[in-house]
């Protein structure tokens, strides 16, 4: 007998003494039974949570049809959940029995412990799917929730046919555990690792490269089969981590790829703001729409510390890295080497007003690929309140002489880390009572922040539950919504600008720049990682004259006059002091330590000083396309 069906046969000898159960499915990493009448089995807890804790996997317990029609169930859900609670839409799906129930305040559709869910549940035979509706109007976040939604039965059928692979009967052999890294080595950008075990090849990101000369990672490595690919794991959604996903898929891949709901909802973003800008600037884009809809249907989403598998010896848990909304540290079990493997991707070890800082304690590691992007000599970055000191005191400045500020920043994470900042400074009368103008794809990230208050810091959890007061929706941000705006923004009185890209490599940020680098009187403040190749880099580096697109995309020359400034205390990634912090108190202490995401000299720089500064670790900073055995 497969191990599917010994699994299945395993829970139906569980479970089916508390209740009469039609079927059990394994849908993509979880075992789903289809149960006749699921209040029996959820009104004794316990069964689930023993036969979940024995057979170590996350058992989901759904009726094998509907107990109440469409609008009696809507009447129940609508009797249950307090009106606080804000529900804005319930929709249903007949196909897969889900009832996606979207509301303002989900704490209140969910009840405490979730008894709501389970009421729901219980009672109408309808699975409840809960979406948080953000504060903040969003046309993408309403076509995405509608392509999500119409895509259930789609992903109900993807989810099955992922489970043969994942149960699949393990082949015995003795191969050893591999990594190999395909981006990211000696260099930031491209981020992709390659993990081989006796039994499995899962990939760590899929990244492209911003500014550098080579784009994608080294998928024509040797070691590197998209047939052979179990999985895909990603940290984060900045594009250096997630941009080639749907390259493997144009190109065959239809496997699992295992995030965070935010990260999923930021990538899609991300990706079609990607699409919509390489036509409006008539590059043809290396993937299309049909691609990341691909992409979206083979996402499986895990809450930070849920342990799911991923392939026949891989365990995979997330855990929240501290970088931007829904980042991870993903955490692998490899049963058949008896190996952990801990990723930290793109990550913080501080708190900010955004975020908590990563997770330092794990049941087991021995081996630890951390990212460097700031681990050089002078990497030593100032305290959130020094940044926001410095910021605050070029835009007061700026806006005595009459000028304008343009922040440009990464539209995911450090705009809304900036917008934070500058809420308590106006609360605390250390901003000038300007305008903040906010432009492009910040709008839409920004909507999903406020869609996750579960995902921020506890300063904004506090704000949002306790207060009741959305801090992003502060009366001072103006969103931009056209174009068109842009010259009356940059030509009226001061103001503060914050657009997207941070790099400078496209986007608003440029044509702001065009029309504001000039004046002599703005000032443009420089807050994200300029990576080599970017237009950022050069402006920091001093260049006084540089070429940009104007209106018709033809490259013209200007000069900058404006005042160039360089705040790095909002930076979401760990400075040296941090890395090495993290190094000290990671528990437990990894045996061996991959340094990766780093300009080569400064890992050059850094791995002596660990070296001294740590004990027992063995650290390599391996090049591209150099293979690792662990074990």
């Not at 015995?172 to 591999?178: E, P, Q, Y």
């Not at 681990?375 to 959130?384: H, I, K, M, N, W």
């Not at 070029?394 to 917008?419: C, D, S």
Request: net charge positive; hydrophobic share 40%; with cysteine.
């Amino acid at each position: 007998m497969q191990p599917a069906e010994q699994l299945k046969k395993r829970v139906k000898e569980h479970l089916s003494s508390y209740t009469k159960i039609t079927r059990v499915e394994l849908e993509g990493p979880f075992v789903v039974i289809y149960a006749e009448n699921p209040k029996e089995i959820l009104n004794i807890p316990d069964a689930i949570t023993n036969a979940a804790k024995t057979l170590k996997k996350k058992i989901i317990v759904l009726a094998s049809k509907p107990l109440k029609d469409e609008s009696s169930t809507k009447e129940f859900i609508r009797k249950l959940v307090p009106q606080k609670a804000e529900i804005t839409d319930i929709k249903f799906v007949r196909e897969t029995n889900e009832v996606y129930i979207i509301a303002k305040r989900t704490g209140y559709v969910v009840g405490k412990g979730g008894s709501n869910i389970l009421e729901i549940l219980k009672e109408t035979g309808w699975r409840p799917i809960i979406i948080r509706a953000p504060t903040i109007k969003s046309t993408f976040l309403d076509t995405f929730y509608s392509i999500l939604i119409s895509g259930s039965v789609d992903r109900k059928k993807i989810l099955r046919k992922m489970s043969a692979r994942i149960y699949r009967s393990p082949i015995g052999g003795n191969r050893g555990l591999f990594l190999t890294f395909l981006g990211a080595a000696r260099e930031v950008g491209r981020s992709a690792i390659l993990v081989n075990t006796n039994e499995s090849t899962v990939l760590l990101d899929s990244g492209i490269s911003v500014g550098g000369k080579n784009p994608f990672p080294r998928f024509d490595h040797p070691a590197f089969r998209l047939d052979d690919l179990d999985a895909i794991v990603v940290t984060h959604a900045h594009l250096d981590h997630s941009g080639a996903l749907p390259l493997l898929f144009k190109y065959g891949y239809r496997g699992p790829v295992y995030l965070t709901k935010p990260t999923r909802d930021l990538i899609m973003l991300l990706l079609y703001d990607y699409l919509n800008l390489s036509q409006k600037m008539g590059i043809t884009p290396f993937f299309s729409w049909r691609d990341v809809v691909n992409l979206m249907n083979h996402m499986i989403t895990l809450d930070y510390g849920e342990t799911v598998d991923i392939s026949p010896d891989i365990k995979l848990t997330l855990y929240n890295a501290g970088h931007i909304l829904g980042s991870s540290l993903a955490h692998l079990n490899i049963e058949s080497a008896r190996y952990n493997i801990l990723y930290t991707g793109d990550f913080r070890y501080r708190d900010t007003k955004l975020l908590d800082k990563a997770i330092r304690r794990f049941p087991r590691v021995e081996a630890l690929i951390m990212e460097c992007t700031y681990c050089g000599e002078s990497d030593v970055l100032p305290s959130l309140k020094e940044a926001e000191d410095y910021l605050f005191s070029i835009i007061r400045e700026t806006t005595e002489r009459g000028g304008k500020v343009l922040i440009p920043a990464l539209a995911v994470g450090r705009a809304q880390e900036i917008m934070l900042s500058m809420v308590d400074g106006f609360k605390r009368g250390e901003l000038p009572d300007v305008p903040i103008y906010l432009d492009g794809m910040i709008y839409d990230s920004t909507a999903i922040h406020s869609a996750y208050p579960d995902y921020l810091s506890s300063y904004v959890r506090n704000r949002v539950f306790k207060e009741d007061k959305d801090p992003f929706t502060d009366p001072h941000f103006n969103f931009i919504g056209s174009p068109d705006e842009r010259p009356d923004v940059t030509t009226g009185g001061p103001a503060v600008i914050i657009a997207p890209s941070g790099m400078l490599t496209g986007g608003p940020s440029v044509e702001y720049l065009r029309l504001m680098a000039p004046n002599e009187s703005n000032s443009i403040v420089l807050v994200s990682y300029q990576a080599e190749g970017t237009l950022g880099r050069k402006i920091r580096e001093g260049a006084k004259e540089i070429r940009v697109p104007n209106e018709e995309g033809e490259l013209v020359t200007i000069k900058v006059k404006a005042r160039v400034h360089v705040v790095e205390g909002f930076s979401a990634h760990a400075d040296k002091v941090q890395l090495l912090t993290y190094l000290n108190t990671i528990e437990p202490r990894p045996h061996r330590v991959f340094l990766v995401h780093g300009e080569e000299s400064k890992i050059r720089s850094f791995m002596p000083l660990a070296h001294k500064s740590i004990s027992g670790m063995r650290f390599s900073s391996p090049h591209v396309g150099e293979t690792f055995k662990l074990a």
